[in-house]
T-cell receptor, first 113, second 110 residues
Framework: EAQVTQNPRYLITVTGKKLTVTCSQNMNHEYMSWYRQDPGLGLRQIYYSMNVEVTDKGDVPEGYKVSRKEKRNFPLILESPSPNQTSLYFC????????????FGEGSRLTVL | AQSVAQPEDQVNVAEGNPLTVKCTYSVSGNPYLFWYVQYPNRGLQFLLKYITGDNLVKGSYGFEAEFNKSQTSFHLKKPSALVSDSALYFCAVREGKLSFGAGTTVTVRA
C-alpha cells in the first residue's frame, strides 16, 4: 500500500529536550515536505526537499532541522523544542513537486511543556 | 506574492443539498490549484487539481471545482452532499511554492 508513515503520532515533551519525528514514504517520490497545522492558519511549510541531499527552507523553518540522506526518509528534528512549537505536524511527498498531488502522513501531534 | 483565501470558516448544509466551498487566489502568473480534504484525526487527502485545460475539474467522491480566471476563484462543489462529507477542506495554490488556505469546516446534517 502506498503510504507516508510518521512516528510518533503523539508526543508530549519538555522545553529543550531534543526530539525527532520520522517520516518515510514507499512511493519512490523525489519531493518531500514538512508542514505544521495550527488553528486558523492552515498549513505552513517548514522545510522541503526536492531530492536526496537537497533541502530548503519553507515559510517557518526557525527552530527546525531536516535531513534527506535517503530518498524514502525525511526526518524533522527539533534541537531545542519550545512551547510555540506545540502543533500538529504533517509530512508529505509528491512525485512531481509542481503539478503532482501531495500524499500526506497521518500527522504527529506534538505538545511542548 | 501568491495567496489563497477561503472566505468561510464554516459551511453548513443539509444532506442532499448542493455543497459549495469557496476559494479565491492571487498569483502573478498561471496558477496550479488544488483541493484537499481532512477527516478528523487524519492527514490531508487529495481531491482534485487544476493545471490547465477544461475549467471544470472532476475529482474524488463526486466533487468538482470550476476554475474562473476572471474572478480568480476555484470553488469546490458537490451536487448532493452526504453526512460523510463533513470534514475540513483546504484550497491550495502553487506558483513556485505551494500555499494553503486556512481551511473551511463543512458540516452536513442528516
Amino acid at each position: 500500500e502506498a503510504q507516508v508513515t510518521q512516528n510518533p503520532r503523539y508526543l508530549i515533551t519538555v522545553t529543550g529536550k531534543k526530539l525527532t519525528v520520522t517520516c518515510s514514504q514507499n512511493m519512490n517520490h523525489e519531493y518531500m515536505s514538512w508542514y505544521r497545522q495550527d488553528p486558523g492558519l492552515g498549513l505552513r511549510q517548514i522545510y522541503y526537499s526536492m531530492n536526496v541531499e537537497v533541502t530548503d527552507k519553507g515559510d517557518v523553518p526557525e527552530g527546525y532541522k531536516v535531513s534527506r540522506k535517503e530518498k524514502r526518509n525525511f526526518p524533522l528534528i527539533l534541537e531545542s523544542p519550545s512551547p510555540n512549537q506545540t502543533s500538529l505536524y504533517f509530512c508529505a511527498s509528491s512525485l512531481m513537486p509542481d503539478t503532482g498531488e501531495l500524499f500526506f502522513g497521518e500527522g504527529s501531534r506534538l505538545t511542548v511543556l | 506574492a501568491q495567496s489563497v483565501a477561503q472566505p468561510e470558516d464554516q459551511v453548513n448544509v443539509a444532506e442532499g443539498n448542493p455543497l459549495t466551498v469557496k476559494c479565491t487566489y492571487s498569483v502573478s502568473g498561471n496558477p496550479y490549484l488544488f483541493w484537499y480534504v481532512q477527516y478528523p484525526n487524519r492527514g490531508l487527502q487529495f481531491l482534485l487539481k487544476y493545471i490547465t485545460g477544461d475549467n471544470l475539474v472532476k475529482g474524488s467522491y463526486g466533487f468538482e471545482a470550476e476554475f474562473n480566471k476572471s474572478q480568480t476563484s476555484f470553488h469546490l462543489k458537490k451536487p448532493s452532499a452526504l453526512v460523510s462529507d463533513s470534514a475540513l477542506y483546504f484550497c491550495a495554490v502553487r506558483e513556485g511554492k505551494l500555499s494553503f488556505g486556512a481551511g473551511t469546516t463543512v458540516t452536513v446534517r442528516a
